[in-house]
């Protein structure tokens, strides 16, 4: 499991509600034996809406057998045809503005979902008047035409083209948390590079290889080792949530154990998203951004934990 609500989001905004009461995959390997409705259901969903024309890399220049380093350690790559160079960041920002561009600001990742509880506002009427007055794209094209070729988030879209616009709309949101918006929606795009989600798939596999090959060696290791792995899990993720509850503004870092019963909890959404709401007042989120400040975040919560840091997976 990646960041739970990044893909929710991402899907919901896809597929609308229909997408929330879905299985996941695993859920239904599960249940293929015992429920065929389940399975019935699931395979009629994703027939219906699966993409079968999604562009695969939207990326300004081809980087052929380098591009690992453009989207995994941020190395600075050449334009192959103006010979510019060019960093991961300068891709994120142009696949940003060109979508706010054609893209209505409901279908833009970030938008949708209560900035302080994390949840879902799909199509919530204040929260639509709200995107409206941010997002107008006669607005944006004023001042994204100002914007430098190779543009960054900070320098340029954040200081140049989101600050002038909260200014003048500030007074007129309806919703007090509209004007953490854009935050919202900068921190969704930031290390977007391709497709039309709001996370690089690629970054956030390579960043689960750590915690995968863990939970293989546990299971080479036999099934006493899996027995007390299981058990720990079972024994530290209350304890987990009752940090999470006690610390609600504090980032917490879970050691394997309770992570592992973390992602299997994530497995059933729903459930997820209605218990964490209840327990803490927001939606959990599991993000594990490798970005400089999530780094600092994730090091701060482990001292939070009591914990080293390579308790995080």
Not at 180 to 186: E, G, H, N, S, T
Request: glycine share 4%; hydrophobic share 45%; with cysteine.
């Amino acid at each position: 499991m990646l960041s739970l609500l990044r893909f929710a989001k991402d899907m919901t905004r896809r597929y609308g509600r229909a997408f929330v009461g879905m299985s996941m995959p695993l859920m239904r390997l599960v249940v293929m034996g015992t429920n065929k409705d389940d399975l019935e259901t699931s395979r009629h969903f994703w027939a219906k809406h699966l993409l079968t024309d999604m562009p695969c890399d939207l990326s300004p220049a081809d980087v052929d057998e380098t591009k690992a380093a453009l989207r995994l350690h941020g190395q600075v790559h050449m334009c192959a045809m103006c010979a510019a160079e060019f960093t991961a960041e300068h891709v994120a920002v142009n696949c940003f503005v060109t979508l706010v561009k054609t893209t209505p600001a409901a279908r833009i990742a970030g938008t949708q979902a209560h900035p302080k509880m994390r949840e879902f506002m799909l199509n919530h009427p204040a929260n639509m008047a709200d995107l409206a007055t941010l997002f107008d794209k006669s607005v944006w094209a004023k001042y994204a035409a100002k914007l430098p070729t190779l543009a960054t988030w900070a320098d340029d879209v954040k200081s140049k083209v989101m600050a002038p616009i909260m200014k003048d709309a500030a007074d007129s949101l309806v919703l007090p948390g509209s004007r953490f918006q854009f935050a919202m929606v900068i921190h969704a795009h930031k290390g977007v590079i391709t497709g039309l989600w709001s996370m690089d798939m690629v970054r956030a596999v390579c960043r689960q290889r750590r915690f995968s090959a863990k939970m293989a060696n546990l299971v080479q290791s036999g099934s006493s080792a899996v027995y007390h792995f299981q058990t720990d899990a079972l024994v530290q993720y209350p304890k987990f949530l009752t940090m999470a509850i006690a610390h609600p503004s504090k980032p917490l870092v879970p050691t394997s154990a309770s992570d592992l019963a973390w992602h299997t909890h994530q497995l059933f959404p729903a459930a997820h998203r209605q218990q964490t709401l209840a327990l803490t007042g927001s939606v959990m989120n599991h993000d594990d951004s490798d970005d400089a400040r999530s780094e600092a975040r994730i090091a701060d919560g482990a001292k939070e934990n009591g914990r080293p840091l390579d308790a995080r997976v």
